[in-house]
């Protein structure tokens, strides 16, 4: 069947009036025909993996009973989509539609073997073939389809010297013959230049162009509707008409085709040039998602994932997806993993999170990223110990895909770690880091470089290779902002521009602290997008408001940040949580639950501070808490769950293999470096103790407090008259620099007689030491001059005013300070200083705690000092005394009864 149309006398009318050059394009009103025909009527072009599937195995023999216009058509896309890829297997298909196929002579040969070297850029080939020469002689008897190459050749240039007159003549000839697509070319020409010989107006030119490509009902017929819709929707030798266009795509789809399925759909997804027909546009992505077009399954399919145009369906969205990467499309591999990953919260996500992963890495051309997340997904399915070979390889392939890829070699530079054994080793794994530095410039690896030299190598610590990794880290300007707790309040933007735009720049970067602090600076300022992205961030946001929220002193908002941090799938929350409700005094009942709850589960996954926080809180001792978790150790057991166990092994390899674990992987803290040095005494292991206390002094960067942490386990653990020397030196440094604890231990050395000290250096010591103390502190100082030598308390007395030391303390509630000053008021004459003042002081002490002043204050009511005598009361603070342990409380107690 042919379609014909009822033109008009003017529109059947070949010559139009000469006139000027039109400058503008035409409107023409060719509307689709109506017809009678099924939604099958149509063989539209077949999917990408279809033709794939079709044409993969082909060796030259039989092409099929098929129609060969498909056949062509396949092979047209084939040409299209990868020239170079199907160059034997199109050249094959065509030699053998030559000999089997009549309608298919030596000029369909020609044209199409000239058409694929072109396509697949072989023009030496080309060249030498010959081809253009005999499409150049053939064209002008020739026909059509050898007119419009040989025309669009030497329009171009292509294989030939450019020669466009005589490029435009073959298209005239074509034109002139009925050829629509050279008919079309003409008018659009017609447009920029005067052409000469060519007299049939643009309208007419046109819509002949259109009939042409309408042609018969048959199974090619919404390929070329397609091309139709085309014309008027980008508005070529036409003005542009995107309402005709639609009629015409929405003609093809009823017809059965389903490309045109989709650019109706594209257009009102995209509201091009239409009014937005959401429906429809759903309506046609099922048409096109249903005949296995995977662009259209992932469009649709989008959209349900976001339920921002439909109702969220994730199982649907999910299944298009895998349907799409069924077919091979790269990007639905990729959906699929951002959906699973984006709710990988449970064992059946994370289940589908690795088999996303898994179907990427079976697949062709896979990223190396994809090698890096299901390394990750090893580590946190296995455990970070049990999975480590595994991931291991997994990173390693991604470096080898992806040399950039400075994750990967983050992480397998991490699990080399543990492993150096030589020094070699160890440079293979600096040498990684290096690499990752080099790629991106970002902090993490310098970061890692740091710690390698500070504590996480044999040869550690080096602290000028530290420090060095320190300078370019601070050099490369990506270090995060830290901003003191009490400066955020007083940071603005007149005060201190650079460091709030340091803050905003690297929250813009999704940075979780300084997205933190740049909303606590600006709570009311920020953007639109700065919320989006703060949305965005999820649990790594809340976390950092926790810490901003504990440092303010709000536990309330810190626990109510970590829950929805939990809520948000966030690491780390959990554990967070539990150390929080652990530093809690007197839990209800409910939150103690919680704690116990959310403490074992940790301690399932191998959590050592959940473990501590078991113990110490009485839900277990250390002995079953090593039975129930040492798998779990063994497994993913992090710093503080190693050193926990390392008591406990008996075999010395096994030892070994978890010092390498703890050694790859230990905070380069003091704190954590002598906690490990106390363990390594525990074992036995004294060989190592010296290297943790000397990473320990390098890590605490002159803090007073750590000083004397050192000094105290060099005095503890070393026992050598050096290790002595050394401890005392680091107290004097401490106290030199006006730490209080510095001065305590050496006056506490001094006076248990392991130190020699003047009585005036002491004393001078000793008045620092009041001076800078806090004043709850000072009333056990006061005691404990009262124990030095006279001539010390003399110099101390003369300087000190010890009565308003005492009274200061009292006032803030310090029960020492009450019971020293009910003493001083005691034994005082001065008239302010009555039993009544005294009394008052004893029962501010006693209700403060202080055995010592409960007794004195059950004497006071036995014999009415300041207060009415009563036995009653006498006895209940006596009790009392006894019970918070006063010896003499206690023994008064027994002769009363």
């Given amino acids: 069947?042919?379609?014909?149309?009822?033109?008009?006398?003017?529109?059947?009318?070949?010559?139009?009036?000469?006139?000027?050059?039109?400058?503008?394009?035409?409107?023409?009103?060719?509307?689709?025909?109506?017809?009678?025909?099924?939604?099958?009527?149509?063989?539209?072009?077949?999917?990408?993996?279809?033709?794939?599937?079709?044409?993969?195995?082909?060796?030259?023999?039989?092409?099929?009973?098929?129609?060969?216009?498909?056949?062509?058509?396949?092979?047209?896309?084939?040409?299209?989509?990868?020239?170079?890829?199907?160059?034997?297997?199109?050249?094959?298909?065509?030699?053998?539609?030559?000999?089997?196929?009549?309608?298919?002579?030596?000029?369909?040969?020609?044209?199409?073997?000239l058409d694929l070297l072109v396509a697949a850029g072989r023009m030496a080939e080309l060249a030498e073939s010959g081809l253009v020469d005999r499409v150049l002689?053939?064209?002008?008897?020739?026909?059509?389809?050898?007119?419009?190459?040989?025309?669009?050749?030497?329009?171009?240039?292509?294989?030939?010297?450019?020669?466009?007159?005589?490029?435009?003549?073959?298209?005239?000839q074509a034109a002139y013959a009925g050829d629509g697509a050279s008919l079309l070319r003409m008018v659009e020409l017609s447009y920029e230049r005067d052409l000469d010989d060519w007299d049939i107006a643009p309208d007419v030119a046109v819509t002949m162009a259109l009939g042409d490509l309408l042609g018969d009902l048959d199974p090619r017929l919404c390929d070329r509707v397609n091309r139709i819709a085309a014309v008027f929707l980008d508005g070529e030798a036409v003005a542009p008409d995107p309402d005709l266009a639609e009629d015409w795509y929405r003609f093809a789809a009823d017809l059965g085709g389903h490309n045109a399925a989709w650019?109706?759909?594209?257009?009102?997804?995209?509201?091009?040039?239409?009014?937005k027909d959401n429906d429809l546009m759903m309506?046609?992505?099922?048409?096109?998602?249903?005949?296995?077009?995977?662009?259209?399954?992932?469009?649709?399919?989008?959209?349900?994932?976001?339920?921002a145009l439909a109702e969220q369906d994730l199982a649907e969205a999910r299944a298009l997806y895998e349907e799409a990467a069924d077919f091979g499309d790269p990007t639905a591999r990729i959906r699929l993993v951002n959906l699973a990953r984006d709710r990988a919260d449970g064992p059946e996500e994370r289940d589908r999170l690795a088999a996303a992963l898994d179907r990427m890495i079976d697949a062709p051309d896979t990223p190396g990223w994809a090698y890096v997340q299901r390394g990750d997904l090893v580590m946190a399915e296995d455990g970070r110990w049990a999975g480590a070979d595994r991931a291991a390889e997994l990173y390693r392939t991604a470096v080898e895909i992806d040399p950039s890829l400075s994750a990967a070699q983050m992480r397998l530079a991490g699990l080399m770690l543990r492993e150096t054994e030589t020094e070699q080793d160890l440079l293979d794994v600096v040498s990684t880091l290096r690499n990752a530095v080099y790629v991106d410039g970002q902090t993490e690896p310098m970061q890692d470089l740091q710690a390698i030299f500070r504590c996480r190598s044999a040869v550690a610590p080096v602290p000028?290779?530290?420090?060095?990794?320190?300078?370019?880290?601070?050099?490369?300007?990506?270090?995060?902002?830290?901003?003191?707790?009490?400066?955020?309040?007083?940071?603005?933007?007149?005060?201190?521009?650079?460091?709030?735009?340091?803050?905003?720049?690297?929250?813009?970067?999704?940075?979780?602290?300084?997205?933190?602090n740049f909303h606590e600076v600006l709570p009311g300022g920020a953007s639109d997008a700065m919320r989006r992205m703060t949305r965005e961030a999820g649990g790594a946001l809340f976390v950092a408001e926790a810490k901003l929220a504990l440092n303010r002193g709000d536990v309330g908002a810190a626990e109510d940040r970590l829950d929805r941090a939990i809520d948000a799938g966030e690491p780390g929350a959990r554990a967070q949580l539990v150390s929080l409700l652990s530093d809690t005094k007197d839990l209800d009942?409910?939150?103690?639950?919680?704690?116990?709850?959310?403490?074992?589960?940790?301690?399932?996954?191998?959590?050592?501070?959940?473990?501590?926080?078991?113990?110490?809180?009485?839900?277990?001792?250390?002995?079953?808490?090593?039975?129930?978790?040492?798998?779990?150790?063994?497994?993913?057991?992090?710093?503080?769950?190693?050193?926990?166990a390392l008591p406990y092994l008996e075999s010395a390899s096994r030892t070994e293999e978890y010092r390498n674990r703890i050694r790859s992987t230990i905070d380069c803290t003091t704190s954590k470096a002598l906690e490990y040095a106390r363990v390594l005494r525990e074992i036995g292991a004294d060989d190592a103790v010296g290297q943790w206390i000397d990473v320990a002094e390098a890590a605490s960067g002159g803090d007073g407090w750590e000083r004397v942490a050192i000094g105290d386990a060099l005095r503890e653990l070393g026992g050598k008259e050096a290790d002595e020397a050394r401890?005392?030196?680091?107290?004097?440094?401490?106290?030199?620099?006006?730490?209080?604890?510095?001065?305590?231990?050496?006056?506490?050395?001094?006076?248990?007689g392991e130190i020699q000290m003047t009585a005036d250096e002491t004393a001078r010591m000793s008045i620092r030491l009041l001076r800078i103390a806090d004043t709850e502190d000072?009333?056990?100082?006061?005691?404990?001059?009262?124990?030095?030598?006279?001539?010390?308390?003399?110099?101390?007395?003369?300087?000190?005013?010890?009565?308003?030391?005492?009274?200061?303390?009292?006032?803030?509630?310090?029960?020492?300070?009450?019971?020293?000053?009910?003493?001083?008021?005691?034994?005082?004459?001065?008239?302010?200083d009555t039993s009544d003042r005294y009394a008052d002081l004893l029962r501010r002490s006693a209700d403060g705690g202080n055995a010592e002043a409960m007794y004195l204050l059950s004497q006071a009511y036995a014999y009415g000092v300041g207060v009415e005598q009563s036995a009653a009361q006498s006895r209940r603070w006596l009790t009392a005394a006894a019970e918070a342990g006063n010896e003499t409380a206690a023994s008064t107690a027994r002769m009363i009864q």
């Fill in 1 to 113: 069947m042919t379609f014909t149309r009822a033109l008009s006398a003017t529109a059947l009318g070949l010559v139009a009036l000469t006139g000027p050059v039109r400058a503008d394009p035409v409107s023409v009103p060719f509307d689709p025909p109506r017809v009678e025909a099924g939604s099958d009527t149509c063989l539209p072009r077949p999917p990408q993996h279809v033709l794939t599937e079709r044409w993969q195995d082909y060796d030259g023999g039989p092409v099929g009973g098929r129609d060969i216009a498909l056949i062509r058509r396949d092979l047209r896309l084939l040409r299209q989509n990868d020239p170079e890829r199907w160059f034997d297997t199109i050249e094959a298909a065509n030699d053998r539609l030559l000999e089997v196929v009549d309608s298919y002579d030596e000029t369909n040969r020609l044209l199409d073997r």
């Fill in 137 to 172: 002689e053939i064209a002008p008897s020739g026909t059509t389809s050898a007119k419009r190459t040989a025309a669009d050749l030497l329009f171009e240039g292509t294989g030939v010297e450019r020669d466009q007159d005589r490029a435009i003549d073959l298209w005239r």
């Fill in 263 to 275: 650019n109706l759909a594209e257009m009102h997804r995209e509201a091009i040039e239409v009014e």
């Fill in 283 to 307: 309506q046609s992505l099922r048409q096109a998602a249903g005949f296995d077009l995977p662009y259209a399954m992932l469009q649709l399919a989008a959209i349900l994932e976001r339920g």
């Fill in 464 to 516: 000028s290779e530290a420090e060095y990794w320190t300078r370019m880290e601070s050099f490369a300007g990506d270090t995060t902002v830290e901003v003191d707790p009490g400066r955020l309040d007083e940071l603005t933007v007149e005060d201190d521009p650079m460091t709030l735009a340091r803050l905003q720049s690297q929250a813009v970067n999704m940075r979780s602290r300084s997205l933190a």
């Fill in 589 to 644: 009942g409910d939150r103690r639950a919680r704690l116990v709850t959310l403490a074992r589960d940790l301690a399932a996954e191998g959590n050592g501070a959940a473990i501590r926080t078991l113990i110490e809180i009485g839900e277990t001792d250390p002995d079953a808490a090593w039975q129930r978790y040492s798998d779990a150790i063994a497994r993913n057991g992090d710093v503080d769950a190693l050193l926990f």
């Fill in 727 to 752: 401890a005392l030196e680091l107290y004097r440094a401490a106290a030199d620099d006006g730490y209080s604890v510095g001065l305590r231990r050496l006056l506490s050395l001094r006076q248990d």
């Fill in 778 to 832: 000072i009333p056990v100082i006061l005691n404990f001059l009262e124990y030095s030598d006279p001539q010390v308390r003399q110099i101390v007395n003369a300087e000190i005013d010890r009565r308003a030391l005492y009274t200061e303390a009292a006032e803030n509630g310090n029960a020492v300070a009450q019971l020293e000053l009910a003493r001083i008021v005691r034994d005082s004459d001065a008239a302010g």
